[in-house]
Structures are given as C-alpha cells and as structure tokens.
C-alpha cells in the first residue's frame, strides 16, 4: 500500500508562484509514475504534471507547459509540483498520485486527498 499526502497549498495573487508538496509513504519501491492532478468542482480531473520515475522524464499538460515544474526525490519520497506565473484558471483542488505501471495520465493505483490551491487576479 503506498500513501501520499499533500501540503503547500493555500491562496495566492495572480503572477506569483506556489508550490506543492507530496509525501510518499509505503511500499515504494515499485511505483513507475508520481503525478499531479487537478479538479475544479463541475469538470473533469486533469492531469497537470507526470514524472516517470524509472526514465526520468516528465510531461506536462499544454495548460501548465513553460509555467510547472514537477520534481521527485528517491530519498525523501517527495513529489513536488512549482508553480509559478499562477493564473486564475489554475484555481483547482489538487491531488498528488501514483502508478505502478506505464502510461501518461491513465492507470493511477493511489491517490491523495487533495489541496486546495486559489488564485486570485
């Protein structure tokens, strides 16, 4: 079982920059992807930010692409997700995951809880 557990969150003005913060915990070893989703209340969850931990790449959603950075430390098991240039529409609930197999977006085994992240123009 593996865990994640968001912090960093919270409300900002237009053009600063935030970042999130995701704790893994459990068994770890075998996790492919770490990510980073987001979900305004009505819509759809997207996918924000994936890092394929085994090849060390990352992909991004066009919406965030030049803006996000996400980040994976191995030894601290954190994912992080810098934001920075933040606009309104980037308002969301945000939740960390990760998958034990392949892919971009798809297949995600576990999930956090969500943070919420507001920004204001």
């Known amino acids: 079982q593996v865990r994640l557990v968001e912090s960093g969150g919270g409300s900002v003005q237009a053009g600063e920059t935030l970042t999130l913060s995701c704790a893994v915990s459990g068994y770890t070893d075998n996790l492919r992807r770490v990510a980073w989703f987001r979900q305004v209340p009505g819509k759809e969850r997207e996918g924000v930010a994936v890092f394929r931990t085994t090849v060390f790449t990352t992909y991004y959603a066009n919406s965030v692409k030049g803006r996000f950075t996400i980040s994976h430390d191995n030894v601290k098991n954190m994912v992080s997700l810098q934001m920075n240039s933040l606009k309104s529409e980037d308002t969301a609930m945000y939740y960390c995951?990760?998958?034990?197999?392949?892919?971009?977006?798809?297949?995600?085994?576990?999930w956090g809880q969500g943070i919420q992240v507001t920004v204001s123009s």
């Open positions: 995951a990760a998958s034990l197999y392949g892919g971009t977006w798809d297949n995600f085994d576990y």
